[in-house]
């Protein structure tokens, strides 16, 4: 690895710290399973000038669906589904889920689903679920006014979260197309029915104590409260970083509903312990994750 290389990320990313677009950072790069570049810059919270650490604790947001997917293939590998099986055979409400067609989000027309929803079109984001974030067809729209935008709705555990997503019309026949989605979400749910476990007691003892990934949680304890970075987007107009309290503070309580394709907290050093895992085809030191058989490959 070329140590001046290297430092062109570095350079890069500052630029951002420099006209306040990221507030810091923190860059890990590993290769042939040794660290060969680490470093960080600014600010974790700019309120209280505290700097970003090597321990920070980042929001991983979408970075959780690759920790559910792995999980599902522990499962997969031990025979408590196939990737063909429908889904509404663990979670029942999705048998009658209707089809987008056409209307409005007051009147929307649906179709009856006609082509079987299936656990591997919950991985590839083809099974026509979306996300009320997403603000590109009425159906997001749909998703947002009954609670999905950048959360859930208030009091509903995972299941409920799925009952509710089965009410909502699908964006196309499962299959049809391709919409990044809550699909992850999903199939957490499916792990829940299938393993008899909820999902964050399962993720913990099957994937990140054996990983050492001591940091990755659904929710930072109080007395790890100080590493956790603040959270900020990009303002309207400047696209400066902008703190968004509200939405950051849901990082330090207990979520109700523990969803497969978003929701953990984590540090560099345990991603890189997951990611690495992956590198080596399923294995960290002596500690296995999932190895996909050969005859599943």
């Known amino acids: 690895m070329s140590t001046e290389r290297l430092a062109r990320i570095d350079r890069h990313f500052q630029r951002y710290v420099d006209d306040g677009r990221l507030t810091g950072w923190q860059i890990v790069v590993a290769r042939h399973g040794k660290v060969v570049h680490h470093s960080l810059s600014g600010q974790r919270d700019v309120a209280n000038h505290l700097p970003v650490e090597a321990d920070t604790i980042w929001r991983i947001f979408s970075m959780t669906k690759p920790i559910t997917a792995v999980l599902a293939l522990q499962l997969w590998e031990e025979g408590l589904f196939e990737l063909n099986d429908p889904v509404h055979r663990f979670i029942p409400s999705f048998k009658n889920t209707r089809v987008w067609r056409a209307g409005s989000v007051t009147a929307p027309v649906t179709d009856p689903i006609t082509e079987t929803m299936r656990l591997w079109q919950l991985f590839a984001h083809t099974a026509g679920l979306t996300y009320g974030f997403m603000y590109a067809h009425p159906v997001d729209d ?40 809550m699909g992850l979400d999903v199939l957490g749910r499916v792990l829940e029915v299938v393993s008899g476990q909820p999902l964050d007691e399962l993720l913990r003892t099957r994937l990140l104590e054996p990983l050492g990934m001591h940091d990755t949680t659904w929710h930072v304890p109080e007395s790890q409260h100080h590493r956790l970075a603040a959270l900020y987007g990009a303002h309207p107009a400047t696209r400066t970083a902008t703190p968004l309290t509200g939405m950051g503070d849901a990082a330090t309580r207990p979520p109700k509903a523990f969803m497969g394709g978003g929701g953990l907290q984590s540090t560099a050093h345990d991603y890189h312990r997951f990611m690495q895992m992956l590198a080596n085809g399923g294995e960290l030191e002596d500690r296995k994750s999932t190895r996909l058989n050969s005859s599943h490959t």
């Open 142 to 181: 749909l998703y947002r006014r009954a609670g999905f935008e950048w959360g859930t709705p208030d009091g509903l555990d995972l299941g409920g979260v799925c009952d509710r997503l089965a009410a909502l019309p699908l964006l196309f026949q499962p299959g049809a197309e391709w919409n990044y989605s």
